[in-house]
């Protein structure tokens, strides 16, 4: 038997627990979203619509900064499984979409922990956990997420993380979207969704124990902003989208998404770094 078949006898028992998050979606908390991305705060109101993939930004556990560890998040087995690895990075996503979020009515969150499967690869052993986030408010499901993170061990000090191979993103697009990715868009980023993991901020944890030659920009913030790209080149109402990050972007660098023409209910989109570097890619579904 591995180490990791080992780990595994205490972590199955995670599999299938399921934790709730009250929240009451309150307006100042919109109206901060609102101004992060660009919008007019001022247009939400009690009982507004939100985009429709604002959802990620509620139910945000908020533990005491006494269960805090080392890199930022909550020390292991308070929120998620005990994993025995120290670098978590989120690596994509499956969602459905049933329904909006209104501002100023109460909604909860239910993560449940649907697998934690070990790996060995390329690049060594890892851990994947993949939650399950639903959504509800007013007795309906808003959304379901199934969300990828990725375990890895400490980088030896003075060494580089292990990158992933650099692929071109493709240049043949319809249309395309770049945004800054800022210290105070990361920052604000981070405080609405209460992250409060070192390598967005922190530029010496960064380097010397995890590292990275930069401050690592949000995944969750890549993934919301290839959204709201594609929102302004499609037609119809979002039911879904999966997503894969494929290479990290760094803060002060930027993000350019790219995007086909809509065919039907359907359209893909992908993101580039300054260097035309792939680091994400998405497939979104809409309702004619």
């Known amino acids: ?9 205490e972590l199955r028992p995670w599999i299938g627990r399921v934790r709730a998050t009250e929240d009451d979606v309150g307006l100042m908390a919109v109206r901060r979203a609102a101004g992060t991305f660009n919008l007019d705060p001022d247009k939400f109101r009690q009982g507004s619509e939100l985009p429709p993939h604002w959802f990620t930004l509620i139910g945000v556990e908020t533990v005491r900064q006494s269960d805090i560890g080392p890199d ?4 292991k087995g308070i929120v998620l499984p005990p994993i025995p690895m120290p670098r978590r990075m989120g690596a994509g996503r499956r969602v459905k979409i049933k329904a909006r979020l209104q501002a100023g009515i109460p909604a909860v969150k239910k993560a449940e922990v649907v697998d934690i499967v070990p790996k060995t690869g390329r690049s060594g052993d890892i851990f994947v956990l993949t939650m399950r986030h639903s959504y509800e408010q007013a007795g309906k499901t808003v959304a379901i997420d ?10 030896p000090p003075g060494q580089k993380t ?19 990715l800022t210290n ?15 390598i967005h901020y922190d530029s010496d944890y960064t380097r010397t124990e995890e590292g990275y030659p930069a401050l690592v920009s949000n995944g969750g913030l890549s993934m919301h902003l290839m959204v709201d790209a594609a929102l302004k080149h499609a037609q119809g109402t979002l039911t879904g989208y999966t997503a ?6 760094w803060v002060g ?9 809509q065919k039907d209910s359907k359209l893909k989109i992908w993101a580039a770094d300054k260097n035309g570097v792939l680091c994400g890619e998405m497939d979104l579904e809409f309702a004619q």
């Open 146 to 155: 199934d969300f990828d993170a990725i375990y890895r061990p400490a980088v």
């Open 184 to 198: 105070a868009l990361n920052f604000r980023y981070s405080s609405l969704t209460w992250n409060a993991h070192r």
């Open 1 to 9: 038997m591995s180490w990791m078949d080992d780990a595994m006898v």
């Open 162 to 180: 292990t990158a992933t191979v650099p692929t071109k993103a493709r240049a043949d697009h319809a249309w395309n979207e770049v945004t800054p």
């Open 72 to 75: 930022g998040h909550a020390k």
């Open 244 to 249: 894969r990050l494929v290479h990290p972007l």
């Open 253 to 261: 660098d930027l993000i350019d998404v790219r995007g086909e023409a």
